[in-house]
């Protein structure tokens, strides 16, 4: 067990037994605290104790943060017990993360110390009346007189808004755009002079207040502005993508505890004779539950190493995960709920367990960004990536070795069973601005790994006046059996591939059948998808302030799965598992469609944002297909070593994970994945029984058994 593993589990066994009614950390107390709508004092004070509100700090400011994958898997050992211990203990992370993100260093010294005192540190952006839209924000910073400025009007709903001893502010320092909004850090001493609204009551996490903050001309002194006028947004915007990741491990730890209450209470109940958990009904339902768990787990993982190794590069992934997660979890607690049969409605025994869990779970889709706004985030990115995923949108093409394909010395005709290795014949294409030059690839199929070559000849690329527009091109061999010959086209001087100017991805020429030459963009595996798969190495340290807003095509997990998926399925299929080799193939094609049809969109405004909701649900799409990429991709990463209890390189999971996920991202019932799920009930049931936590890997709980039902109450 690496040492973040241990971590979680360290801390699992300081806070007991879950299951024991006298537990103060435990399930029941829980509920209790929830009925009485009150904070949770001795469990924050417990996890204060132990440095649990320093995870998300980086230790160059005195904090505890070994890596965000460490920090979820903690929270979720905390969290699963009790989901409003996050903003008793968290809630700091937003505006801590705002100031590293874009504050001094003077700045950032403070808010850490704040943290290691104890203190709240709230943070103030929506707006009643503007919700999602944060651009509609009225809420004004003025300048002063004495040189500092003047802060009038309301945010709302506030996490902590009560009780903080300190605020980030996000306000109005403009007319409009996004340079409009100006960022502030109120001290206790400025804060004291803000107008505190009474809490208002919500349906989850009860116990927190959430309330407005209402500024009447509060004082607000010129060092208290967080990286100078108009970056307030970019700031909040770069911090809110490691919150919105924070934050699914709230969900992941509700669905764990509801799936975990109805898969024992399944177990320990009987219809004629028959465990529930072993009908054909109850079997099925906890296996759906359990897929869906397992995939937003393994997206919270990815995303949380994402976060560290490419910062720069991770807004999408930010985004994804936080839909996907909300989403996935939200269908697994429901799930949960419906085994529990009328115990599902009854405010005691495992019925209010996992009604907590679901209002808990509910309240983690808008906590931080809408639903709207997530999606809305997602969808701007789409259009992008179609241009790397173009080429599974059309025909396959053939390969060496393909009876279609002319070879040499047939004068263009076709030889029924020319074997790998001999060379091909291109017929020539029509017009003077026929492509010239071919590249075959002689390195494992690898673009360019045979140079550029003139058509015939073998001379090196610069010699395009030696080849006449529409002549038969002879193309070497591709070494190796089965390796696809790969065409690269030089469409300026001096040679080299030309490249597609959406994506920056190299564009390659492939020959189908019929002879006439097709462009695509050819995948080229990002730098750092090893790292970022290798769950439980050591990470570099987070850097906020390299968060990036763009929406350029730049995401390591679509890019690399661009880039292996075939290789993925052909391991798949050579291991015997045919049928996960084919859900990869799906989820390429799905992901092709996707990205073509939302470049369409994009293109016609009839079917834009503001005139229809296409590109919204296409956003929702990708991230089902997101997440089932990144779970192909996590086990194509792990060889050697099974994840969800399976043997090395065990793909019962996977076949689970990506049938749910694609049956989702189409539109059906995940039932109808049937099938392919009882691995995935397998394996929950397995986990359980080694009182694991239902993650990729091994985490130890302190759990007993769950206490028997009092059948007259």
Known sequence: MTAAFA?????DELLGDPWRKDNVYGFEAGVARDARGDFPHAFAARLDSVDFPLA???PSLGGALRGLDDTLLLVRVAARRDAAIMPATLLSCSAVLTVLAAGT????????????????????LSEEHSGSDVLAGECRLDQAQDGGFRLTGRKWLVGRGATADAAVVVARTAARGPAAFTAVLLGPSELSRVR?????PVTGMRGIDFADLAFDGTPVPQAAVIGGPGGGLAGAMRAQQVVRLLSTAACLATADTALRTALRFTQSRRIGGVRVADTAHGSRELAVAAAQLFAADLLSLTAARYAHLSPATFGLCSSVVKRAATRLTASTVSRSRSLLGARGVLAHGPGAVVDKAQRDNAIVESIDTSPFGVLRAVSLQLPGYAPTFAHWTRPAVQTVGAPELPTAGSAGSARPGSGSGADVVVPGAAGSGSPALFAAGRSGG???GGGLLAAGSGSAAGAESSVRPGADAVVPAADGLGSPVQFGVSARPGGGLPVAAESGTPIR?????GG??????VPVAPAGLDALFAFGEPLPGLEPGALDLSVRPKDLVLLGFAAHAEELARDLTARGEERAAGLVRDVRTGLADTFATAAEAQRDRSRGLGASAELLDLADRCCLLYAAAAAALAWHAQPDRGLYGEGPAGAGWLTAVLAVLLAMAEGRDPRQAASDLPPAARAVTSLDAARLLFTAFPVQLSDGPAPEEDETT
Not at 196 to 200: L, T
Not at 509 to 513: G, L, Q, R, T
């Open 105 to 124: 260093p003077e700045q950032a010294k403070t808010v850490a110390d704040w943290v290691q005192e104890g203190r709240t540190i709230a943070f103030a």
């Open 516 to 521: 006439e030459l097709a462009h695509v963009a």
């Open 56 to 58: 998300y700090l980086p």
């Open 509 to 513: 020429w492939e020959v189908p059948a």
């Open 7 to 11: 971590a979680a589990a360290l801390l």
């Open 446 to 448: 690898a673009v360019g």
């Open 196 to 200: 505190r609204q009474p809490a208002q």
